[in-house]
Structure formats: structure tokens, C-alpha cells
């Protein structure tokens, strides 16, 4: 009886060990300070160049470290989401006592980094200074945009791209080099409304007022919208609606001529280009907004 007894209770440790019994000597072996895992902690966003182009899914990775050892490395995802990395680092409880179960587990808290590796060349993007971000809670996520070029004026820009805008403008730099505090990100040099940042965002000028992102109502036909919008050859658009400014849902629209119909599509164009919507049933109102990538 005595045996039996031991043996229900080594039976009940395994199982909740979540192992299969497959003997006493399974039971004596069992890391027993090997504590679970918890959910990865995920970081995803945007990778851009210089001169705010999306990195294109081309073999280029990003490379996450913690203490100049790598925790994690994916690649560049193809174009159809709201981002185009995505990692899951992997985490672990950290109880007292207890020893990571894998050697590239990471904590809540813990400081990494992140390198961009372009045809085998490292870059530091933008965002990651020496410290880099710490890592959120596990099953938490972290959207964490990453930007390539030098940033010597420190304003989250390009300097790059700030100077091909200046340069466009006709400005010339100086006995001391470029002005760069003349592109402010939450400025708007060229005043047509759109900040330099989502100028650099969106691929238009931000020193020509000319050349701006908008999206206005072309037509309104019974059972369609056709909106005007002005578009960059290689860009993405989606167009989405809202009835209460809080939530919003793509839109299935067909932009240009010739496109079919997609919640979201790149443009074929440079210019001013139509985009035909159904029109939705009802008397409520509907806003719409333009989403650029
Ligand atoms: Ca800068
Ligand atoms: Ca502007």
C-alpha cells in the first residue's frame, strides 16, 4: 500500500509537470528548476531607409542583442501589413531560484538592441541609442519603428534626407554645413499642412507645398465614392472609414483605372489618381482618412 501511495503521488508530480510517466527514473532526472517559459515578448514595426522607403523582404534581417549577445533575427516581411518586421523574443519567469530554459531568454525590464543587417553590413538604426529599449511584459507587444542614416543633428530624421530636402529647396549650406534645424520633424517648411515627418513618411517633398498627400471626394454616385487622392509610384494606400472617429475599417477599393478591388494597393503612379469605393448604406455620417506606406 505503502509503494502505491508513493507511486500516486510521483504520478501527480508528472502530471503536473505536464511530462508523461514513464518511470522513477524520469521523475528523479526532471529539472525540477527549470521553470517554465513565459509568452514572448513581441517587438514589430517598420524598417525604413533614408529616405523613408520601406526595406523591401530582400534578405535583409533584424538583429536583436542583449549585452552584445543575439536573442533573436528575422527577416523582412513582404508588403501587405502595417509592418513589415516582426520578432518574438523569447522570455522566461525568472523566479528565485530558478535558470533561464533557454540561454537567449530575456526578462521584462532587460535593455536590448537592435541591428539592421543589409547585404551583410550592420547598421545601428536611428531609434536604438547605447541603452536600446527594454523589453515589456510577456504576451506584450512593442511596436518599435527602425531608421536607417546618420542622425547627427538628433531629431529622428535623416540628415540624408533633410538635406536632399533643403537642396531642393535651393537652400545652400553654410561655413558650418547644412542647416538641418530648419526640417524639424513636427515642422512644416514648406507650410501646405503636412508635417516634415509624415512628409519623409509619405515619400512627398517637404520643402514644395505642391507636393503633399491628400484625399478629397472626387464624385459622390449613388451606390459609389470616388475619391482624388495623390498617389507615389511604389507606395501603398489604404483608405479607411470610421462613424465615430475611434474605430476604423479598410475600405475595399479599386485605385486607378485598371487595379481590382483590395483593402489595400500600391500605387502604378505618380500624380493625382482616382479611387472608386462603394458607398455605404445609411444616413450616419462617415469620415474617411488615407493611410500612405
Ligand atoms: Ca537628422
Ligand atoms: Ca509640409
Known sequence: MEVLIQRLIQLSVALLAGRCLTGITVLITMPLWALPPAPPHTFFGDVRDEFGQLLPADGSRVVFSRGGRPVGEVGILPAGRDHNYRILLPMDMRLTGSVDYVATAVASGELVTAVVAVRGVSYQPIEINS??????????????????????????????????????????????????????????????????????????????????????????????????????????????SSSDFRNWTAVTCRLGADGGFAPSQTATQTGETLAACPRPEGPAPRFYRLLVR
Open 131 to 240: 541603452t536600446g529599449p527594454p523589453v515589456g511584459s510577456p504576451a506584450g507587444k512593442t511596436r518599435l519603428n527602425l531608421t536607417l542614416g546618420e542622425d547627427e543633428d538628433g531629431d529622428g530624421l535623416p540628415d540624408a534626407w533633410e538635406i536632399a530636402q533643403l537642396f531642393y529647396a535651393g537652400v545652400t549650406p553654410g561655413a558650418d554645413g547644412w542647416d538641418m534645424s530648419l526640417i524639424r520633424p513636427e515642422g512644416d517648411y514648406d507650410g501646405d499642412g503636412v508635417s516634415n515627418r509624415d512628409e519623409y513618411l509619405s515619400g512627398t517633398y517637404a520643402t514644395d507645398s505642391r507636393s503633399y498627400h491628400f484625399l478629397e471626394i472626387a464624385t459622390l454616385r449613388t451606390e459609389e465614392i470616388e475619391f482624388r487622392l495623390y498617389t507615389l509610384l511604389g507606395k501603398s494606400y489604404a483608405i479607411e
